[in-house]
C-alpha cells in the first residue's frame, strides 16, 4: 500500500489514523480543495499529494487525490489512492468501537467504496466493483440512487440481470422526473429479461430526450426489430451517423464497449445484417 511506503514505515505503521489535520497539512488540503472547486485537478491533485506525504495515515488525502486522478484519467493510481483510504477508514472504525462519545471517526466509508466501485467499473473490473458496490449499499443502509445505479451496471456487467433490473428501477424511481442517459441500460436490460414492453417503454423517453444520440437511435431499431417492425427498425437504424453506425456492426464495440446485453445484440444484427454486411469480431 503506498500508505506505508519509504523509510518512513515503520513510524507511519505506528501512527493513529487521522480523520482530521492540523498545521501544515491542513493548510494545503483546504488548498487543494478550493483548487478542486476551480476545476484545476492538476494543482489540487499536487496539493493532495503533497497532504499525503505529510501526513500519510490521513483517510481524506488520500481519498481526495483519488478523487481528482479520476478527474485526470489516471485510474490505476487513482484506485490505489482509493485502496490506502478505505483500508485506513477500516482500520479507524476498528480502532474506534471503544472511543469515546463525540470521538470524530472515519463514518463515510459507504462513499468510498462507492467511488472505487464506480471506477473498477469503468476500468474493467466488474466483479470487483459489485463486491465495492455491494458493500456501499449495504454500509449506507437506506435508499441511494447513485449507489442503485452504479450496482445496478455492476450487476448487469456480471450477468446478474433480474437483481440489475431492480437495482435500475430504484434508481429510475429517485430521479424519475429526469431523464438520465442510464435509463438506456434499463431499457436494454429488460429486453434481456423479455419485458419488451416495459423496455420500449422506459427507451421512448429516453428518445424523447435524448434523439440523436447513436446508442439511443441503435437500440430504438432494436425494439423495433423485435416487435416485429423490421422496416421501421432498418429506417431508424439508417438514422445512425454512417461512421458511428460502423461501430453498431462490430460484435466487439458492442459486447466490449458498450457492453450490451447478448438479447440486445442479437435483436440489433437482425437490423444490421439486413441493411449492411456485418464485421467479424
Not at 143 to 165: F, K, T, V, W
Not at 198 to 220: H, I, M, Q, S, T
Request: aromatic share 8%.
Amino acid at each position: 500500500s503506498p500508505a506505508y511506503a519509504g523509510d518512513g514505515a515503520v513510524a507511519t505503521a505506528l501512527s493513529p489514523v487521522e480523520v482530521i489535520v492540523s498545521g501544515d497539512a491542513k493548510q494545503i488540503f483546504n488548498e487543494g480543495r478550493a483548487r478542486e472547486m476551480q476545476g484545476n485537478m492538476g494543482a489540487a491533485q499536487r496539493l493532495y499529494s503533497k497532504v499525503t506525504k505529510i501526513s500519510p495515515r490521513f483517510v481524506y488525502g488520500w481519498s481526495n487525490l483519488g478523487n481528482t486522478q479520476v478527474a485526470l484519467g489516471t485510474l490505476d493510481p487513482a484506485e490505489e489512492s482509493y485502496s490506502t483510504a478505505i483500508g485506513l477508514c477500516r482500520e479507524d472504525l476498528k480502532m474506534s468501537v471503544d472511543a469515546p462519545f463525540g470521538t470524530r471517526k472515519c463514518d463515510d466509508l459507504y462513499i468510498l467504496l462507492l467511488n472505487r466501485g464506480s471506477l473498477r467499473l469503468n476500468n474493467g473490473r466488474a466483479k470487483e466493483a459489485l463486491k465495492d458496490l455491494a458493500q456501499a449499499s449495504e454500509l449506507r443502509g437506506k435508499p441511494d440512487g447513485m449507489i442503485s445505479q452504479n450496482l445496478a451496471r455492476a450487476r448487469e456487467l456480471n450477468g446478474q440481470y433480474a437483481a440489475a433490473d431492480r437495482e435500475y428501477s430504484l434508481a429510475i424511481s429517485m430521479t424519475s422526473n429526469e431523464v438520465n442517459p442510464f435509463w438506456l441500460r434499463s431499457a436494454l436490460v429488460k429486453l434481456q429479461l423479455g419485458d419488451i414492453k416495459g423496455g420500449f417503454d422506459l427507451l421512448k423517453r429516453v428518445e424523447n430526450r435524448f434523439p440523436e444520440a447513436p446508442e439511443v437511435r441503435a437500440a430504438y431499431a432494436t425494439f423495433l426489430a423485435v416487435t416485429g417492425e423490421q422496416i421501421a427498425a432498418q429506417r431508424k437504424y439508417l438514422e445512425i451517423p454512417d461512421r458511428a453506425r460502423a461501430n453498431y456492426i462490430n460484435n466487439n464495440y458492442l459486447r466490449d464497449t458498450v457492453a450490451w446485453p447478448p438479447a440486445a445484440i442479437e435483436g440489433l444484427a437482425k437490423v444490421s445484417s439486413v441493411v449492411e454486411k456485418p464485421k467479424t469480431s
